[in-house]
């Protein structure tokens, strides 16, 4: 059974502070590594897709890395309007997303 | 705006009752696929429809149905409703069955709480 796992679960920084957020997973046969983050109460926003070992996608303050293992999600220098959850997801065989437990993020000005 | 719209926002309703939530796709896209999202479980996936039929199905229970029109948008019925159905409900989209990496864009959700 495919099976994601996000850490750490909560990250409080200061503004300007970097930051890298983990998502280890573990799938037969991966097709697709979703990056999301979500809002309270709102559906998750799609940030990223990584596809193979090595890939690398940068948006504004954030870069996601894939290695065959895992997945890291780095942030840099980031604003208070970055706080949010962000969620990590595998796509195998199937249709079918598998998300991690997400990493709730803080970032205090 | 992911350009998936999702009825009602909110649904508050009594153990044992049935409820239906509705879900219009992005415009184009075939597929829809359901989510339930609790404190304790996570965003699970539930089922997935592609033009109508039924593509493929996870954890859903079998109190929970679900289908797919013609004009592409989706209802989820849930009935005999326990505390433990309060949750998000979220609906996504794709162009394709799944068989290529679609990303799947996800609605605003619906949120129901059974007292």
């Known amino acids: 059974e495919d099976q994601v796992t996000q850490s750490p679960e909560a990250l409080r920084l200061q503004e300007g502070e970097s930051s890298s957020l983990n998502c280890s997973y573990t799938v037969s046969g991966l097709r697709g590594l979703f990056w999301y983050r979500q809002d309270p109460g709102k559906g998750p926003e799609f940030l990223f897709t990584?596809?193979?070992a090595g890939e690398e996608k940068e948006k504004e303050r954030l870069k996601a890395t894939l290695t065959k293992k895992e997945s890291f999600l780095h942030i840099t220098a980031p604003k208070p309007e970055d706080s949010a959850t962000y969620l990590c997801?595998?796509?195998?065989?199937?249709?079918?997303?598998?998300f991690g437990g997400g990493t709730r993020v803080l970032v205090k000005p | 705006d992911s350009g998936v719209t999702q009825t009602p926002k909110h649904l508050i309703t009594a153990t044992g009752q049935r409820v239906t939530l509705r879900c219009s796709p992005r415009?184009?896209?075939?597929?829809v696929y359901w989510y339930q999202q609790s404190l304790d479980q996570g965003l699970q996936f539930l089922i997935q429809?592609?033009?109508?039929?039924?593509?493929a199905k996870g954890n859903i229970l079998e109190r929970f149905s679900a289908q797919q029109f013609p004009d592409l948008h989706s209802e989820l019925n849930l009935s005999s409703l326990e505390l433990g159905d309060s949750a998000l409900y979220f609906c996504a989209s794709t162009r394709l069955a799944g068989f290529s990496t679609d990303t799947q864009y996800f609605g605003p959700g619906t949120r129901l709480t059974v007292l």
């Open positions: 429809y592609y033009n109508g039929e039924e593509r």
């Open positions: 415009s184009g896209d075939l597929s």
């Open positions: 997801a595998v796509q195998a065989a199937g249709n079918k997303l598998t």
């Open positions: 990584l596809y193979s």
